[in-house]
């Protein structure tokens, strides 16, 4: 357990590259468990508890010494939607309510900094609520797709001035909530609505289904784009309050990059966290926790390749018993197609050797979005000076 008490109850949680962690609730649930730093209270006359609010919903956690500094959010982040820059820079949107058509960013700083959010004059053209972003090629561009009551895509920023949304029909109702979107190797987005054609209950939000992409290769190019979707519920459990309600014991895959793609079946999942195993097209189980992490929960990987399991009150991290490298040295800037040296400390080495990477998706509601990993071509390790 690194911290009994993180003072909000996180909804969204995102990893910087600066190896912090921002963390987000949403506003109208009264007093949080921590106060805004000197004196400093939210005046906001649209909100529905607190008009006045001296708390943060809000924090900025360091895994390093498992301290959290309060941050300041101005509207209501309840069920938005984010995405990194190439920059690094955190672009977070919509919400409820007041918080509706809202833009926020935050350029992460490290765990000594003052970093906070800042909330953009500028306004999405239509409300977003329970949508999902997508970080475009060109780095600076993000597609803002779906929410609830809005079938329809926009970007952020605009492309030119006064653009406004465009309508996507596939996404009207309350089953197609946080869409899984995926950005392509080709450059296409690959949407999947709640009801994608596979055997089984709708997937994605109302019904804590969940999706991945699953890695792409260098032996192939990095084109082969592989999603699987697993989860979900009973159609219309969230509406009947039965708790009994079964859910979806099935996933499955499509190769989404493929000029006709279908849906095909994949092993049974546990309950338990599990890893799954693309080549061999196989599951391990991992270690339950002994705290519950129900409706909110978030899970994200850090850059030590721990994985930070945040809500149901606490954080907890999954171990694991393997060899873990430290790395020593490596570049701050990678080129497209350079070679590029790691150098790492470790103990018995015992198996392959791989370098991974891996995007940081903003996490909420069994989906991360923008996640991505890239297996990179490697050659066999060498021992540096008297390592």
Known sequence: LLNNNASISSMH??????????????????????????GRCRNQPAERISKVDCYAHSIMFNPGNNQVRPLYVYTDTWCSSGQFFNNGRMVQTGGDFEGNRKIRTLQPCGAGGNCDWVELEENLVTGCWYSSNQLLPSGIQQIIVGGRNTPSYEFYPKRRAGEGFYNLGMLGGDNNLYPFVYLLPNGDLFVVKGYPQILGNPRNYLFAGSAVMLPLTWQIGFEFAQIMVCGGAAAGASNTG???????????????????PGWGKANNPALNPVNYNPVTKQFQIYAKTNILRMYHSTANLLADERVLLVRSKTHQFYTFNGVRPTIQGYLNRIKYKQVFVVNFAMGQRVGVVEVNMNSAPYVTHSFAQGQRQMKLKTMLPTKAGNG
Do not use: E
């Open 13 to 38: 949680t995102v990893v910087t590259h600066m190896n912090t962690v921002i963390m987000l609730d949403h506003t109208n649930t009264g007093p949080s468990a921590i106060k805004l730093l000197n």
């Open 242 to 260: 039965n708790a009994n309600a079964p859910m979806s014991f099935s996933c499955g895959t499509i190769v989404a990059s493929s000029k006709n």
